[in-house]
């Protein structure tokens, strides 16, 4: 009867020892359970602190002009870095290099020129360059260190204008918009100074390089400059212009691109960064009505 109690007795204290080690070992693995979860549940919260937009990073080499646009697109370039894509500015001071060096693929886009000049470059050097997004107008003006109103126009006086056809083309359209000449009808864009029909004034035309245009002023009796480098010499076109476009004009500059190439993705990423209220912002605060941003 004794052995028979004591193995009784034995029996619970085994029972007891075993229930007591499945409850250490359900908690180590509930322990073990718990930190995976909050090991899972703390992973999408460091990966959206490493990429906080969520976007892919990319990089894009854009030509601009030096002067204004650069200015504009240093705003830009930090608009689009918040969206992870780094902008490398390539900085031009003429008309011509910004769409060959796109064109042989040293440059992604650029963003400088109108449609109509694009069209004429791309027609005259066999280029394929297409439009990508409208960015800013830069109503061009008539300068003059001489006179102060157009009406001043004497008989044979000397009018500057851009030699490159498209501004070339611009500037008589703005000389006959303010009664000077005439052209022939139907020349528009195409217009060359072998267009004017009719000259009342018997006003002389000097084509010249439009970057240098600002330096010939003094010689000239008045002169159309372009908005960037008028800018860049220190005038201002809201107040010392003597007669402008409208700001309504259809020549508004772009970003442009290879053709073929105006889907992609990351462009748009690039056309989201320009278009953009910081840098609609800053156009409008730092230059009035001097250029209108086109979007």
């Given at each position: 009867m004794a052995k028979k109690s004591l193995l009784v007795l034995l029996v619970l204290v085994f029972t007891v020892i075993a229930a007591a080690c499945g409850k250490s070992n359900d908690d180590k693995s509930g322990e073990s359970s718990a930190a995976a979860s909050s090991s899972a549940s703390s992973s999408p919260n460091e990966s959206a602190s490493a990429s906080p937009t969520g976007s892919e990073p990319a990089k894009l080499k854009l030509g601009v002009m030096a002067g204004a646009e650069e200015e504009i697109w240093k705003v830009a370039k930090e608009v689009a870095a918040k969206d992870n894509l780094d902008l490398e500015l390539v900085v031009f001071n003429d008309y011509v290099q910004p769409n060959k060096v796109l064109e042989d693929g040293q440059l992604d886009a650029n963003a400088f020129q109108h449609v109509p000049y694009l069209d004429e470059f791309n027609k005259t050097n066999g280029t394929h360059i297409v439009k990508l997004a409208d960015t800013i107008n830069y109503p061009i003006g008539v300068y003059s260190k001489s006179i102060k109103d157009l009406a001043e126009l004497k008989d044979g006086d000397t009018l500057g204008l851009p030699n490159d056809p498209t501004n070339g083309a611009r500037a008589l359209i703005l000389f006959q918009s303010a009664g000077l000449i005439k052209l022939k009808d139907g020349v528009g864009i195409t217009a060359t100074v072998r267009d004017i029909a009719e000259?009342?004034?018997?006003?002389?035309?000097?084509?010249?390089?439009?970057?240098?245009?600002?330096?010939?002023?003094?010689?000239?009796?008045?002169?159309?400059?372009?908005?960037?480098?008028?800018?860049?010499?220190?005038?201002?076109?809201s107040k010392d212009a003597i007669y402008r476009e409208p700001k309504d004009s259809p020549w508004v500059n772009i970003i442009a691109v290879r053709e073929g190439e105006q889907d992609k993705p990351v462009f748009q990423r690039l056309v989201k960064a320009f278009q953009s209220e910081e840098v609609k912002k800053f156009v409008t605060e730092k230059y009035g009505d001097s250029m209108v941003p086109a979007w």
């Open positions: 000259n009342p004034k018997n006003l002389k035309f000097k084509e010249l390089d439009a970057a240098f245009i600002p330096k010939a002023l003094g010689d000239l009796t008045a002169a159309v400059i372009n908005t960037n480098y008028a800018i860049d010499n220190g005038l201002s076109p």
